[in-house]
């Protein structure tokens, strides 16, 4: 079973910049998650996405990131425009867990974008 | 905010010898998990205790959970120079799957 894909492994910017991120999930995981993991940290979650719906994006810097899940399967995660404090390890996972099931299952990651803003 | 919090934040051992982590965590929960990180690399998914277990194993895996106490330890027996890795627990946040990270514990096995 292929993982949870990522591209790029690795991106460096300069501040006011913009940036994209993709993401191919597993295939038949109807969940998807952005995490933001500052050196140091663990994994902060963004944003969710429940098939191509939005089920949590409370931590989602909004004026500058935005993120989308097309048809449910590949995502996209931008930053528009990008700061300093932006330079982090960008995490997509994936779930088989649904919003109405027990939750919280198990997760699995991609190998992450390394971002460096300058 | 964070949820679950790792202790120690670095360890140190040598090859052979057991590993203990802990984590403790503020709200209840279903389930705790433990998830590693090697360096440069993504999370991998080490195992899953839920709220009704005291002990889980996974072949040198030992995980232990406390509900009273909001605590859990992960037990790494015959530490091996390829577990040298950072180890985080998770707790589920809601009903929606959203995983809250504790700060991670950087384990060193030296050969």
């Known amino acids: 079973e292929a993982g949870v894909a990522q591209s790029p492994r690795y991106k460096i910017i300069e501040k006011r910049q913009s940036v994209a991120f993709w993401c191919n999930p597993i295939?038949?995981?109807?969940?998807l998650y952005w995490y933001q993991q500052i050196l140091g940290q663990g994994p902060k979650l963004l944003i969710q996405?429940?098939?191509?719906?939005?089920?949590?994006d409370s931590q989602l810097p909004k004026d500058r990131f935005s993120a989308e899940r097309l048809k449910g399967v590949d995502s996209t995660l931008k930053i528009q425009p990008a700061k300093l404090e932006d330079s982090a390890v960008y995490l997509c996972?994936?779930?088989?867990?649904?919003?109405?099931?027990?939750?919280?299952?198990?997760?699995?990651f991609g190998p992450g974008t390394r971002l460096t803003v300058t | 905010s964070q949820q679950g919090e790792e202790d120690p934040q670095a360890l140190s051992i040598q090859e052979g010898e057991n590993a203990t982590m802990n984590c403790s965590y503020k709200?209840?929960?279903?389930?705790l998990q433990w998830y590693r990180q090697n360096s440069g690399r993504g999370l991998v998914h080490l195992i899953l205790i839920r709220s009704n277990e005291r002990e889980k194993h996974s072949g040198r895996l030992r995980v232990t959970l406390d509900t009273s106490k909001k605590s859990s330890s992960l037990l790494i027996t015959a530490s091996r120079a390829a577990d040298t890795a950072s180890y985080f627990c998770?707790?589920?946040?809601?009903?929606?799957?959203?995983?809250?990270f504790g700060q991670g514990t950087e384990l060193s096995v030296k050969p």
């Open positions: 295939s038949g995981h109807a969940t």
């Open positions: 998770a707790t589920p946040w809601n009903q929606g799957g959203k995983l809250i």
């Open positions: 996972a994936s779930s088989l867990v649904t919003v109405t099931g027990t939750g919280g299952g198990e997760q699995y």
């Open positions: 709200t209840s929960i279903n389930n």
């Open positions: 996405f429940q098939n191509n719906g939005v089920v949590d």
